[in-house]
């Protein structure tokens, strides 16, 4: 959905009505040159004030398919989950050198907060969109 205003001198002009209908149609155009269909148009006309006519349009059209916020989140999540898992795997790799100090469940519990992290992470992300 797209909202805009504009202004044209005032309706008793010959040809302002004929300008603020171009200026639509352009719109109109621009978005058939993007492969998008007009789904609704709605123009107001405010001639209240003395020296000028304001138009408010509104227009939906179609856009892309996809649910672009949707991908954009699920792949954030899953870039920050593979770095978390990387991150983990570097630990584990320095904890062979520390000797046998170091439990594996120590490794698991972290990865199991990390993905605990990532899955936090992504509801808030979800609910901000």
Not at 88 to 104: C, L, R
Request: proline content about 4%; aromatic content about 10%.
């Amino acid at each position: 959905m797209c909202t805009y205003t504009f202004s044209v001198g005032p309706e008793q002009i010959p040809g302002m009505r004929q300008m603020a209908q171009q200026v639509i149609d352009s719109h109109i155009q621009e978005l058939q040159k993007q492969n998008s269909q007009l789904l609704e148009l709605r123009v107001w006309e405010d001639i209240s004030p003395t020296w000028e006519t304001n138009y408010y349009v509104e227009i939906v059209a179609t856009a892309s398919p996809l649910f672009w916020n949707v991908i954009i989140i699920g792949v954030l999540s899953i870039l920050f989950v593979i770095a978390i898992y990387f991150t983990i795997k570097a630990v584990t790799d320095i904890t062979e050198y520390i000797g046998e100090n170091v439990s594996p469940v120590t490794t698991n519990l972290a990865l199991i907060l990390g993905l605990g992290i990532a899955a936090i992470v992504g509801v808030v992300f979800w609910r901000r969109a």
